[in-house]
């Protein structure tokens, strides 16, 4: 049997070592787990693409005198301005030119003449309307004679001309005829009368010339109504029909005619318009030019220096200055292999300033290089431009700032917490429960944000991953 009585000093030990080391052991009894399970999902979610970028304020204009028409002698009068910040349509330099005044004279006076001539040449144009409707109306009424009369001749003046023609040689045939009978009846009276004769020479001496005369003039109408019946008549008709014909090919080529001188006065008027536009032209551009000689800044901005004093010689489209943009530049950035599965060209990028963080600024992503430089053993950094506009003021050229672009994946998409992903020499892993264990599984990671990753490849929906622990206290 043990002795149970035990001295001051050991009873004083024992009480050291239970409070000492009785709430170790309660502690290790009651320690939490040193992980978490979770299970491959399949669903939608935002990823992001994330990187570091510094502003640069590298859109710039040339400030200059942009002549429009003037090519002659340029002066500095006075500078204004010659550096730092200017505010839009700010004047920040004074032009001279000497020849302009004259050159702006003689184009407004040439400018006169041309919309003189141009007015002369529009009432022209009207007056030369005005007559071809004149002459074309009377042709039509000429031809429309023209056609009744040729119509009238087909349908009776024909008809009636070779009757008459006919009906003059039967009445001429007719009194010869009867001249013939009254003479031999005459010889067959003096044949039995009783006259003198002398008397009955006489009188049948009349009768046998007149019949001889009647006779040769009957040979003659008959030869002229032949020749009435085949030349004259014929004739007739064909003037008849040449004079149609012609008046139809008059009318025509009249018409033809009208319609090019339509074209050649509207040639004429376009020309003349032409040329008191290009004169009112020159004279609204040098008188732009006038204008021009103070020169403005076109919009707010920051101005390089302008190295010039009163009295300086420059030249038209001389660059003077730059101005750069204060409200908008680029963002450079570069970016690793794997967030190229989250952002291309042309994608809205969001900008959180480090040192001005209540500032929102939006971006696109203008450009990401094609080449890349390695960035590790297996990685690479991709350079990114990044337009921003819209800037506040207080960002100015030099500040960084952290850029994030944001893609929805698809709702077939696998992915596990960000925390379940580990990366050693041998790649990418994760610790997969098998049963009661845990086995190494490698994995293809695809795009993700700070809470999930993707997983293109080595795991499937449902399956469990270890995760650390999430301590409470």
């Known amino acids: 049997m043990t002795d149970t009585n035990l001295s001051p000093a050991a009873a004083t030990a024992l009480a050291l070592f239970i409070l000492t080391f009785a709430p170790l052991a309660q502690a290790q009894d009651e320690a939490e787990p040193a992980y978490d399970v979770a299970?491959?999902?399949?669903?939608?979610?935002?990823?992001?693409?994330?990187?570091?970028?510094?502003?640069?304020?590298?859109?710039?204009?040339?400030?200059?005198?942009?002549?429009?028409?003037?090519?002659?002698?340029?002066?500095?009068?006075?500078?204004?301005?010659?550096?730092g910040k200017v505010d839009a349509g700010q004047v920040v330099l004074k032009l001279e030119a000497p020849d302009l005044d004259e050159e702006l004279t003689d184009a407004r006076e040439a400018l006169g003449k041309a919309k003189l001539r141009y007015e002369w040449a529009q009432k022209e144009a009207q007056i030369a309307a005005a007559e071809r409707a004149v002459a074309a109306e009377?042709?039509?009424?000429?031809?429309?004679?023209?056609?009744s009369a040729h119509q009238r001749w087909d349908e009776f003046g024909k008809v009636d001309t070779y009757r008459r023609a006919e009906m003059g040689m039967e009445s001429r045939e007719n009194r010869f005829a009867d001249e013939a009978q009254e003479l031999k009846q005459l010889e067959e009276l003096y044949d039995d009368a009783k006259l003198a004769s002398r008397t009955q020479d006489v009188?049948?001496?009349?009768?046998?010339?007149?019949?001889?005369?009647?006779?040769?003039?009957?040979?003659?109408?008959?030869?002229?109504?032949?020749?009435?019946?085949?030349?004259?008549?014929?004739?007739?008709?064909?003037?008849?029909?040449?004079?149609?014909?012609?008046?139809k090919a008059d009318h025509a080529n009249a018409a033809w005619r009208d319609e090019v001188a339509v074209i050649q006065q509207a040639w004429s008027l376009d020309a003349s318009r032409e040329v008191f536009e290009s004169a009112e032209e020159l004279v609204a551009e040098l008188e732009e030019d006038a204008a021009s000689l103070n020169i403005k800044a076109e919009q707010a901005g920051v101005m390089t220096a302008i190295s010039l004093e009163a009295g300086d010689k420059v030249s038209a489209n001389q660059s003077l200055a730059k101005l750069f943009h204060a409200s908008k530049g680029t963002i450079k950035a570069s970016v690793s292999t794997k967030d190229l599965r989250v952002m291309q060209e042309g994608d809205a990028a969001t900008v959180a300033w480090d040192w001005f963080g209540e500032i929102n600024?939006?971006?696109?992503?203008?450009?990401?290089?094609?080449?890349?430089?390695?960035?590790?053993?297996?990685?690479?950094?991709?350079?990114?431009?990044?337009?921003?506009?819209?800037?506040?003021?207080?960002?100015?050229?030099?500040?960084?700032?952290?850029?994030?672009?944001?893609?929805?994946?698809?709702?077939?998409?696998?992915?596990?917490?960000?925390?379940?992903?580990?990366?050693?020499?041998?790649?990418?892993?994760?610790?997969?429960?098998?049963?009661?264990?845990?086995?190494?599984?490698?994995?293809?990671?695809?795009?993700?944000?700070?809470?999930?990753?993707?997983?293109?490849?080595?795991?499937?929906?449902?399956?469990?991953?270890?995760i650390p622990a999430k301590h409470n206290g």
């Open 203 to 247: 009188v049948l001496g009349r009768a046998r010339r007149s019949l001889a005369i009647s006779k040769d003039s009957l040979q003659i109408a008959r030869r002229n109504h032949e020749v009435q019946m085949r030349v004259t008549l014929p004739n007739q008709q064909r003037d008849m029909d040449n004079n149609l014909r012609w008046m």
């Open 39 to 83: 299970q491959v999902t399949q669903g939608g979610f935002d990823a992001h693409a994330t990187m570091q970028g510094r502003y640069t304020a590298d859109k710039a204009d040339d400030i200059r005198f942009d002549a429009e028409r003037y090519s002659g002698e340029l002066k500095v009068a006075e500078v204004l301005v010659s550096h």
């Open 361 to 466: 600024t939006t971006g696109k992503v203008r450009h990401i290089a094609w080449q890349g430089t390695a960035g590790g053993a297996t990685e690479a950094k991709y350079d990114v431009t990044i337009d921003v506009a819209n800037i506040d003021a207080a960002i100015r050229p030099g500040m960084t700032a952290r850029i994030t672009v944001t893609k929805q994946l698809s709702d077939d998409t696998l992915s596990v917490p960000a925390d379940a992903m580990a990366t050693d020499d041998e790649g990418t892993y994760c610790m997969v429960k098998v049963g009661d264990t845990f086995e190494r599984r490698t994995v293809l990671a695809g795009a993700g944000n700070d809470e999930r990753v993707q997983i293109i490849k080595g795991l499937s929906a449902g399956e469990s991953v270890r």
């Open 138 to 147: 009377r042709r039509k009424l000429s031809l429309a004679d023209t056609l």
